[in-house]
């Protein structure tokens, strides 16, 4: 009103009382600890990095060689439809190219589907322990989250995992979106085929479903099953990957929707122009080739997987069924202590507060070199 008032220093709350309704409630994604400031710490070959759920083998070395390639032509824009890489998305998926969109990192994918599919008073369900950008997108976009309990902690065979009944049970008219993991972050939890197609079929017709399926090439319980079988039948359906996790690549950030061409488009409408940058899309299609290496990382993965298991499992923790690259493991009252003094050791695991969890840590699956490095800090500390 005033010169005064607008001399005013202007802080964030006073930004944010001027931000969309939406926004004004949000609170900005919590990526974990500063691993920069530890990085500098400890040096990058001392610190053991287990928080963020990264292939520590790196991508195939395809992708360095593609983006080498594509060092000449910086000064040029991407293609703005990354038609390549789409079309190799296709042949490999078995679907046409119409029903592939791609984004900055699945993230912003899901961000876009709350934006495009969810506005004020709409509601949108995910599970409790349900992937953190559930939450977020919904109340970016001002939408009612309804939050669904999860399978309880002493469930016999998926503890903390989706409640798909309790999911459908949930969903009223005023619901636009639908949010699930298979498998899910961070709990590593999955559900298989016949509970999959269970679930769609009960789905009612005005909800659009969102399988994040970040974790898929990982799984290889003998019931997991992709949504994406479902997809020729079901057009209300929207499958969410990314090249973040198996194929190594978080760095060039890279995901890619698959759904009903008419969701594509509509959801075109709002992609930034030119979201995937040239050397991200051209090391994309080249790793995609590499199925040799990609079935190898995924082997070691899963050795790894079984063994950290057991090792951790030996030393009386808890630890949770995944289908991932991490497990979820309980270490009781103490959590916060033994995490502090971990890192205090260099390695890094994800705290769980945020989620609720408070009494657990989320613990990705290093290299045998890195897996070992962590039991020998944590016999230190627990021993
Ligand atoms: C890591 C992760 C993503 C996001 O990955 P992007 O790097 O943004 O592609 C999405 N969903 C889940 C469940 C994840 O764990």
């Known amino acids: 009103m005033s010169a005064i008032a607008s001399d005013a220093v202007r802080d964030e709350a006073w930004f944010a009382a ?6 004004q409630g949000l609170r900005a994604y919590d990526p974990g600890h500063d691993l920069v400031a530890f990085r500098r710490k400890f040096g990058v070959d001392n610190l053991v990095e287990l ?11 395809a992708a360095r060689m593609a983006i080498l ?21 296709a042949a490999r998926h078995g679907v046409e190219v119409e029903r592939i969109l791609l984004g900055n990192g699945s993230h912003e994918l899901l961000m876009q589907l709350g934006q495009v599919f969810a506005g004020e008073g709409d509601e949108v ?3 409790r322990y349900g992937f953190a950008v559930f939450a977020l997108a919904t109340q970016c976009a001002g939408a009612i989250a309804r939050v669904v309990a999860a399978l309880p902690s002493d469930h016999a065979s998926m503890p903390l995992g989706h409640d798909l009944d309790g999911i459908i049970a949930a969903i009223t008219p005023a619901t636009k979106l639908v949010y699930v993991a298979n498998p899910n972050n961070p709990t590593g939890t999955w559900f298989g085929r016949e509970a999959l197609e269970a679930f769609v079929a009960r789905i009612p017709a005005h909800v659009i479903v969102v399988f994040d399926e970040a974790y898929a090439e990982m799984a290889d319980a003998p019931d997991y099953a992709s949504a994406l079988p479902l997809l020729a039948r079901h057009s209300n359906l929207a499958i969410t990957r990314t090249f973040s996790k198996a194929y190594g690549l978080a760095g060039l950030r890279v995901g890619y929707l698959l759904g009903a061409p008419g969701l594509v488009a509509v959801m075109e409408r709002v992609r930034e122009s030119f979201n995937v940058n040239g050397p991200a899309l051209a090391a994309c299609e080249a790793v995609l080739d590499d199925t040799e290496y990609l079935q190898e990382s995924l082997r070691r993965n899963r050795d790894e997987r079984a063994w950290l298991a057991v090792e951790l ?7 949770f069924p995944s289908q991932t690259n991490f497990l979820l493991v309980e270490f009781g009252p103490n959590t916060a202590l033994v995490e502090a003094a971990l890192i205090a050791q260099g390695v ?10 408070g009494d657990c840590l989320r613990v990705t699956v290093g290299t045998h070199d890195e897996n070992v490095r962590l039991l020998a800090a944590l016999d230190q500390v627990i021993g």
């Open 69 to 89: 390639d594509q060092l000449h032509s910086l000064h040029r824009y991407p293609d703005p439809l990354g038609l390549d890489l789409k079309r190799a998305l």
């Open 125 to 127: 369900v995910f599970s």
């Open 18 to 23: 001027r931000a969309s309704r939406g926004v």
């Open 313 to 319: 499992a030996q030393r009386g923790l808890r630890v």
């Open 51 to 61: 928080g963020s759920n990264e292939n520590p083998y790196g991508p195939s070395p």
């Open 348 to 357: 890094v695991l994800r705290p769980m507060g945020g989620y609720g969890l």
